[in-house]
């Protein structure tokens, strides 16, 4: 699932993916707003099939944190 997300952070924030870790915080180091992670998030939901609330998704700040997210919410 850390893959996947990666991938997608990388196109949706233009990214290069080879300096993305689990520990990659959306803010700090790749200078997301909320509408690039809006964007972003859309994107996770169609490629993984899990939606993710605007809630949940204030909680979450690296990249890791939103794969374990997805893998506890997949079907």
């Known amino acids: ?5 990666k991938e997608t952070v990388a196109e949706a924030l233009g990214a290069d993916i080879d300096t993305i870790t689990a520990e990659t915080s959306f803010k700090e180091d790749l ?3 909320s ?6 998030v859309m ?14 998704l204030e909680t979450m700040v690296t990249v890791g944190d939103v794969a374990e997210y997805l893998e506890q919410h997949k079907n």
């Open 43 to 56: 994107s996770l939901e169609d490629t993984c099939g899990v939606e993710i609330p605007t809630e949940d």
């Open 1 to 5: 699932m850390l893959e996947k997300v």
């Open 31 to 33: 200078g997301a707003d």
């Open 35 to 40: 509408l690039d992670l809006f964007e972003m």
